[in-house]
């Protein structure tokens, strides 16, 4: 027996490695079962996001303006192709990608596991790639937005970034809004990452909300269309359009020059391009603002329509400076001031009631506020407080220096004298009958006074008043509005060479439709003046619109209307 106690020594430990492992397989079968598994899930069984595409905007008669596609992003596990020099090489001969470069990045995050190499590829392209069967290379759905309307509307609506974040315009505004939220499912995946299968999805992705604006893309296209030309003509540094509907305060249409392309921006050096002037930028009205200084001129009751002024002998002396216009237009009326739009017969009226009263008419058109849009960068201007002025500014502002606004602020403070006094918020989003008649609506101006102004602006196109813009002018229909010419500020003080020509008009003038503003900045050549260089515009952009609302000729002459009544 005592010979043999070796092998019972080796039979004992053999035995005692028996239950050792006969205990810890006891262990992890029972004590450790959950974590353990737990840790294999954890290794093969993968939690990954749902994209969810970003909402669509489009025109306020459904026309798609911002869309979202569905992608492709190609992207590597560095930790496993770091030393495969080679397959990366290929990677980056498909993928038109410096070789060397894509090496250096997977290399110097190989401690990581996921990297992209190249995003927003179509469908095809990638699958193309995919095709190549390279270890550590994957692909990711994505969403990529896209603008049929490219530069057309490009300064409304903005632009996203890679991600999908809104960077500009109403993209911006509402990101929130058109932001989907992303969901999430369980897949099972191989040790390279492959998906084996698909478990369940633990939380549907839900795309983003749809928003409607208040833009008709016809009226927009045209607006763009006409603004560029003549900003191309004249050769301005920039131009701004805006079309405002009378009645509900939406914005029809709004352009502005220089434009650009939301889909390519990469080798964009001037940035300013992307600011939408229209709402961001503000000028010096000019002799727009004389509208105003007459409905203050009429409330203060020292004068009425037909109140004669001299302006002979077409200059005088205010403070000690000059104040002067275009002609010696002699003696006019009220009326004759807006017709021939006289910086004497303003600045005699402002010198007669104060400055007060027209900043107060001012102030309750909507100068010198926000209008509430929520447009990224939206300006006030400026609208001083004239206490304590003297005779020569108290003169000037009468015909539109001194303060500043913006082409939508004026479009809304006109859409006031177009709708009988009444002032209404602005909308870039498209209102329902609901939200049209739950409008707040504040008398601002006197209902008599406002279309006697409107009048007034009538004889601003009439040939036979002798008017300062005929070319405004649009076959078979009335109109009203007024020209603006205002000198620009430079480092010496007021350029006498650079001049924002604007006109803001009405149609029809008997019932106005909508409001049409229109800005050229700094046009270059011997035509400066806003009947010269923004009417044009006016005409073509507000004949368009007539047209596609189709609203009914008001002015026909009376030779033609027999004409057409014998048909």
């Not at 954890?42 to 909402?55: D, E, F, H, K, W």
């Not at 992209?116 to 937005?145: F, H, M, N, T, W």
């Not at 795309?207 to 050769?235: C, H, M, T, V």
């Not at 017969?345 to 309750?364: F, Q, T």
């Amino acid at each position: 027996m005592f010979k043999h106690w070796r092998l019972y020594l080796v039979l004992f430990v053999m035995f005692l490695c028996v239950v050792a492992i006969a205990w810890k397989v006891s262990i992890l079968h029972i004590t450790d079962r959950d974590f353990l598994q737990d840790q294999g899930d954890a290794r093969t069984i993968r939690t990954v996001p749902l994209v969810a595409n970003r909402g669509l905007i489009t025109d306020r008669n459904g026309e798609p303006l911002a869309v979202s596609t569905p992608v492709q992003s190609i992207w590597v596990n560095p930790s496993e192709m770091a030393e495969e020099d080679a397959a990366i090489a290929i990677l980056a001969q498909e993928l038109e990608l410096n070789a060397e470069a894509l090496a250096s990045n997977i290399k110097s995050n190989s401690s990581r596991e996921f990297l992209y190499v190249k995003r927003r590829l179509p469908p095809a392209e990638a699958d193309r790639i995919l095709e190549l069967g390279i270890d550590g290379v994957y692909s990711q759905q994505e969403y990529q937005r896209f603008y049929p309307q490219g530069e057309v509307t490009a300064h409304l609506i903005g632009f996203s970034n890679v991600d999908d974040v809104g960077q500009e315009g109403l993209e911006l505004t509402y990101d929130d809004w058109l932001q989907g939220r992303p969901g999430r499912r369980q897949v099972m995946k191989d040790r390279r990452g492959h998906i084996i299968e698909e478990l369940n999805t633990i939380q549907t992705a839900q795309p983003g909300k749809s928003l409607e604006l208040s833009i008709d893309f016809r009226l927009q296209n045209i607006a763009y269309r006409e603004l560029k030309e003549e900003f191309i003509i004249r050769r301005a540094k920039a131009a701004s359009i805006v079309v405002l509907d009378v009645d509900t305060g939406e914005v029809l249409a709004i352009a502005n020059q220089p434009s650009y392309n939301p889909h390519n921006k990469a080798n964009m050096t001037d940035f300013s391009v992307l600011r939408n002037r229209a709402i961001t930028d503000v000028i010096e009205p000019g002799s727009t603002v004389k509208a105003f200084t007459i409905a203050a001129a009429l409330e203060s009751g020292l004068y009425t329509p037909g109140t004669i002024i001299e302006t002979s002998p077409g200059w005088m002396m205010v403070g000690g400076n000059e104040v002067k216009d275009l002609f010696n237009y002699g003696t006019l009326t009220t009326t004759g001031v807006i017709t021939k739009s006289s910086n004497i017969g303003s600045s005699k009226i402002a010198l007669d009631i104060g400055a007060e009263p027209i900043r107060d008419v001012l102030e309750r058109v909507g100068f010198g506020e926000v209008l509430g849009t929520g447009f990224p960068g939206e300006r006030s201007g400026v609208l001083p407080n004239p206490r304590r002025w003297g005779r020569h500014p108290t003169a000037t502002f009468s015909f539109g220096y001194g303060l500043s606004a913006t082409a939508l602020q004026l479009a809304q403070a006109y859409s006031v004298l177009a709708d009988g006094g009444i002032r209404k918020p602005v909308s870039l989003l498209k209102l329902d009958e609901g939200q049209v008649s739950a409008l707040p609506r504040e008398q601002a101006v006197n209902p008599d006074i406002a279309n006697a102004v409107r009048s007034m602006l009538g004889t601003v196109v009439d040939a036979s008043r002798g008017g300062s813009a005929l070319e405004a002018n649009v076959p078979f229909y009335s109109v009203a509005g007024k020209t603006g010419t205002a000198h620009v500020v430079g480092e010496q003080g007021y350029e006498d060479n650079l001049h924002n020509s604007l006109f803001v008009g009405m149609a029809p003038a008997s019932d106005p439709e909508f409001i049409i503003v229109v800005i050229v900045n700094e046009p270059k050549g011997e035509e400066h003046y806003g009947g010269q260089v923004a009417a044009p515009v006016f005409s073509r952009v507000a004949a368009g619109a007539l047209r596609i609302l189709n609203i009914s000729p008001d002015s026909i002459p009376k030779e033609q209307s027999l004409e057409l009544s014998a048909l």
